[in-house]
C-alpha cells in the first residue's frame, strides 16, 4: 500500500530499525522466477511515503553449495553494537535451521561474521534434532535480537519445545550472550501449547505491560476467537512482567484475516515521535508493504489498532460526491430495484425488503472513499467498488458490508445478477455488534486494499493473488443497502495519484 521493490523481486518478511528520523525497512526479497529468498533488500524513509532504495544485501552463498547458509534465506532483526550495528539472518542446513550473524558500521554495507552460524537449536528446552519435530526442519529461526540489563544482549527465537506435544509445541525461546557469538539458553519465554510455529516473534514494553508478538496460522489448529473465525495473522501476549508469566487475551489476533484467508503477515512494533506503530506486509503474489498502523492500549493491557493519519498524504483531489451521477443497479438491465435520493451532503436508499445499489457513472483508478452509514433503518449496507458490469461472474468487484442484523462486518465478492441485481457473498468476516451509525474507509492502490471502520483496520489484502495482473486497476463505485433504508453522509471519494512500483 505504501511501498513494495521494483517489479522485478518479490518481497516478504519485513523488519525495520529506526536511526534518528531515519527508518530502515528490511525485507526479505528473491528475483521472480527463483525458487528461495535469496537477499535482503533496504529502503530508507522519513515521512513512511516516499521511499529512497538502497543496496541489496546478496547473502545466499552461491559459490560454496555445502555452505550453512546456501539455501533459503530467512527473517532477521537489525540492533546496535558498540562498533556500529548487527543483524540477525537465518538458513535452513542439512535439515535444520540455523541463524547468523552480519556487522556493519553505516546500515548500508554489510559483512558476515567468520564464527557464523552463530546460533543453532539446542536441547534440552528446544528441538535441535530432525527426528524431534514433526516438521520437516528443526525450527529455529527469525530471532530478534535487543540489549540486555547486562549490558549483553538477547534474543527471541522461533522454536519448538520439547516438552510440549508435537504440532502445538511452538515456541518462543529466549537465549542471552555476551558478544553475539556464544549463547546461553534459557527455557521458552513463551510456550501456549496452541500452535505449530510462533514466527517472526518480537518483544515490546508499553506503559507498564509486556507483550510478544508472533504470526502464525491454523496449521495443524484452527483458531476460533470472538471476533474472527480460522485466523492468520499476527498475535500478541501480555504479560505484567518481561519473563512472564503471558497470558493469551481472549480476542489476541492484532492484525490478519479469518476464514482461511491469508491476506497479512509478520507484524512489528516500532517507535515513533507519536507512539508506536504496527508495520507488516500485505501477501499475495506481488507482496506490498502495508501503511503501518497505530497501537492504542486499553487499561486491562489488551491492544487494538487504529487508521494511522499518514495515509491522508496520499490523497489527490475529489472524484465523487452525494450529488456525482449515477444510477441505480437494475434487474435485467431494465427494473431498477429500490430508490436513491440525493440531498446536501448525503445519499440515501430504500430497498424495500430486497437489496439495492447506487452505482457512480465515473470509474475510478486508486481511490479512497470515506462516508458514514446510518445502518439504524437497514439490515445492512455498504460500499462496491471496481465494478465491471459487463463481466459479472469473474474475480472483478469488492464489497464491504456493514451487517447490522448478524452482528457483523464482511468482506464480499459482489456478483450482478439479473434477478436479484446485486448479490454479495462473504470471503471474510469480522463478528461483533455494530452501532447505528459507522464510519467506513477503504483505500484502494493497484492491488492492494485497507479497510476500515469506526477507525479501525477490519480487511488488509492484496486482490491479486496469482499473478502481478490478474486483477482490475480500475472500475466504477457505488453504495448498496438490503431489507429498508440507509442514508450514506460525508461521501468523499479523492484519487491517490502518486503511482509506485
Not at 80 to 92: A, E, I, V
Request: glycine letters at 8%.
Amino acid at each position: 500500500m505504501i511501498y513494495r521493490p521494483k517489479s522485478s523481486l518479490r518481497m516478504w518478511d519485513t523488519w525495520m530499525f529506526r536511526d534518528g528520523d531515519v527508518y530502515h525497512l528490511f525485507t526479505l526479497t528473491q528475483p521472480y522466477g527463483k525458487p528461495a529468498w535469496d537477499r535482503v533488500c533496504h529502503a530508507v524513509t522519513t515521512d513512511w511515503r516516499r521511499w529512497e532504495e538502497r543496496s541489496e544485501i546478496l547473502l545466499q552463498d552461491t559459490q560454496n553449495t555445502r555452505a550453512w547458509d546456501a539455501n533459503v534465506i530467512l527473517t532477521g532483526s537489525v540492533f546496535r553494537t558498540p562498533d556500529g550495528y548487527g543483524m540477525t539472518y537465518g538458513s535452513c542446513h542439512e535439515d535444520r535451521e540455523k541463524i547468523g550473524l552480519l556487522l556493519s558500521r553505516d546500515l548500508d554495507s554489510w559483512r558476515k561474521h567468520p564464527a557464523n552460524p552463530v546460533l543453532c537449536a539446542r536441547g534440552p528446552y528446544y528441538e535441535a534434532a530432525p527426528e524431534d519435530t514433526a516438521q520437516r526442519t528443526v525450527p529455529w529461526r527469525d530471532a530478534y535480537v535487543i540489549p540486555a540489563a547486562d549490558g549483553g544482549y538477547e534474543a527471541f527465537v522461533c522454536a519448538g519445545d520439547m516438552r510440549v506435544p508435537k504440532t502445538v509445541n511452538g515456541c518462543i525461546a529466549r537465549v542471552s550472550s555476551r558478544d553475539l557469538v556464544n549463547w546461553e539458553y534459557h527455557s521458552p519465554i513463551a510456550s501456549p501449547a496452541r500452535h505449530l510455529d510462533m514466527e517472526v516473534p518480537q518483544y515490546f514494553a508499553l506503559n507498564g505491560f509486556h507483550y510478544l508478538l508472533y504470526s502464525t496460522s491454523g496449521i495443524y489448529r484452527r483458531i476460533h476467537l470472538p471476533s474472527r473465525q480460522c485466523a492468520t495473522g499476527t498475535f500478541y501476549l501480555v504479560s505484567d512482567a518481561k519473563y512472564g508469566p503471558y497470558r493469551v487475551p481472549d480476542d489476541h489476533l492484532l492484525i490478519g484475516s479469518g476464514e482461511g484467508r491469508v491476506d497479512c503477515y509478520v507484524g512489528k512494533i516500532i517507535e515513533t515521535d507519536d507512539g508506536p506503530l504496527l508495520y507488516h506486509h500485505i501477501c499475495g503474489y506481488r507482496t506490498a508493504f502495508a501503511a503501518p498502523k497505530v497501537v492504542g492500549q486499553n487499561p486491562d493491557g489488551t491492544l487494538f489498532l487504529e487508521r494511522w493519519p499518514g495515509l491522508d498524504g496520499l490523497l489527490g483531489t475529489q472524484q465523487l460526491g452525494p450529488g456525482s451521477p449515477g444510477q441505480v443497479v437494475k434487474a435485467l438491465k431494465k427494473w431498477p430495484i429500490g430508490e436513491w435520493q440525493s440531498g446536501g451532503s448525503a445519499l440515501t436508499g430504500n430497498a424495500g425488503v430486497a437489496m439495492s445499489a447506487w452505482l457512480f457513472d465515473q470509474p475510478l483508478g486508486d481511490f479512497a472513499v470515506r462516508c458514514t452509514v446510518n445502518l439504524s433503518g437497514a439490515a445492512r449496507a455498504g460500499v462496491i467498488f471496481r465494478i465491471h458490469e459487463g463481466d459479472t461472474r469473474s474475480e472483478k468487484g469488492w464489497a464491504v458490508s456493514l451487517d447490522r442484523e448478524r452482528s457483523r462486518i464482511e468482506l464480499c465478492r459482489p456478483i450482478l445478477q439479473c434477478r436479484t441485481s446485486l448479490r454479495v457473498d462473504p470471503l471474510d468476516v469480522v463478528y461483533g455488534a455494530l452501532p447505528d451509525r459507522c464510519a467506513i474507509e477503504v483505500w484502494v492502490r493497484d492491488s492492494y486494499v485497507e479497510v476500515y471502520v469506526n477507525n479501525r483496520p477490519r480487511f488488509v489484502l492484496n486482490t491479486s493473488p496469482v499473478t502481478a495482473t490478474d486483477h482490475v486497476t480500475s472500475g466504477r463505485f457505488g453504495l448498496f443497502v438490503e431489507n429498508g433504508s440507509a442514508r450514506f453522509s460525508d461521501l468523499r471519494v479523492a484519487d491517490i495519484p502518486v503511482t509506485f512500483g
